[in-house]
């Protein structure tokens, strides 16, 4: 069975810092891995996405310099640490795993990504 659990959301004041984990089962990571967001009446955005060998990265210009995301050595574990957060950056974030290598223009398009996690709400407020 394939299987995308996130974990680690919650509530954070703003400015804080919080690091989110992804535990992927049941398919090879072979492929980009990402992280995606969504508020009510928004669509998904693209918030950090990792390649298959791990050797390159993109982040959305928003979360530029305050979030890092990286997969553990096996690739089945992928992380989203994030820092300076504000009330903008709530929202419900998303793991996602696509079925191979991705073109740069696509990392940021849902469609590309096969496997979906059921999402973990991030509330940033004081």
């Known amino acids: 069975e394939v299987q995308l659990v996130e974990s680690g959301g919650g509530l954070v004041q703003p400015g804080g810092s919080m690091r989110l984990s992804c535990a992927a089962s049941?398919?090879?990571?072979?492929?980009?891995m990402g992280w995606f967001r969504q508020t009510p009446g928004k669509e998904r955005e693209g918030v950090a996405v990792?390649?298959?060998?791990?050797?390159?990265?993109y982040y959305a210009d928003s979360v530029k310099g305050r979030f890092t995301i990286s997969r553990d050595g096996t690739k089945s574990i992928l992380f989203l640490e994030m820092s300076g957060l504000q009330p903008e950056d709530t929202a419900i974030y998303y793991c996602?795993?696509?079925?191979?290598?991705?073109?740069?223009?696509?990392?940021?398009?849902?469609?590309?990504?096969?496997?979906w996690g059921q999402g973990t709400q991030v509330t940033v407020s004081s």
């Open positions: 996602a795993a696509a079925r191979g290598t991705l073109f740069i223009g696509d990392v940021f398009r849902p469609e590309r990504f096969r496997y």
């Open positions: 049941g398919f090879t990571t072979s492929g980009h």
């Open positions: 990792i390649s298959a060998a791990s050797e390159k990265t």
